[in-house]
């Protein structure tokens, strides 16, 4: 989870989730990044926040599993939230879920 609207440390974020997107481990693991706090007026819009990121849509998996992205990296998707307003997270969890067998 990352907050979309602390500008100065979305360099730090995009640094850490590259370091755990290289490790074997985790490589066939579904990833969801929350761009939470959407709820600021200062978050970035989620085109944005993909792109400082580094998660452009022909880099992610695409929220519609079952028509997925075959050019996708990883199964990795981004969506945007607000937990203060209870908004937009539950989709990420349900995405995550479609990868449980």
């Known amino acids: 989870m990352v907050d979309a609207a602390d500008h100065n440390r979305l360099t730090e974020a995009k640094t850490e989730l590259e370091s755990l997107l290289m490790m074997p481990e985790l490589k066939s693991l579904p ?13 970035l819009s989620e085109e944005q926040f993909r792109e400082v990121m580094g998660l452009e849509y022909h880099v992610t998996k695409g ?39």
């Open 31 to 43: 990833v969801v990044v929350f761009g939470n706090k959407v709820d600021k007026k200062d978050a």
């Open 63 to 101: 929220k519609d599993v079952s028509n997925a992205n075959p050019t996708a990296r990883a199964n990795i998707e981004v969506f945007m939230c607000s937990v203060k307003a209870r908004a937009g997270y539950s989709d990420g969890f349900t995405w995550m879920s479609s990868f449980l067998k």
